[in-house]
């Protein structure tokens, strides 16, 4: 069993920044390539960010090209999603997830239970 959880959630005001974090454990060899989702009240969740297993490869939903950064620790288990230049358009319920491929598909098997970020005056 594969255990993500996130954390690094909160409140923050538009230009703002925060680190969201995501600790795996249990089974965690299971793992490949991980990526960021969110889903924001009234609407469905959505991509925002991929990385492969090595971590070379990197993809982002386009709004968010040049304000985050998804990178991961493989010896500390651990997936980033560094977020700069935050909008409140950004305000979601985070989740991170994880798959069994090594190189991000689409599809992935394995979620966390999500961290909240508002973004607000």
């Known amino acids: 069993q594969v255990r993500l959880v996130e954390s690094g959630g909160g409140l923050v005001q538009p230009g703002g920044s925060l680190r969201l974090s995501c600790a795996a454990s249990g089974l965690t060899d299971r793992i490949g390539a991980m990526a960021w989702f969110r889903q924001a009240p009234g609407k469905e969740r959505e991509y925002v960010a991929a990385i492969s297993w090595t971590g070379d490869m990197t993809y982002y939903k386009s709004s968010v090209t040049g304000r985050f950064t998804i990178s991961r620790d493989n010896a500390k288990k651990t997936l980033y999603l560094e977020m700069n230049s935050l909008q409140p358009e950004d305000t979601a319920l985070y989740y991170c997830?994880?798959?069994?491929?090594?190189?991000?598909?689409?599809?992935?098997?394995?979620w966390g239970q999500g961290t909240q970020v508002t973004v607000s005056s």
């Open positions: 997830a994880g798959d069994r491929s090594r190189k991000p598909s689409g599809s992935y098997e394995y």
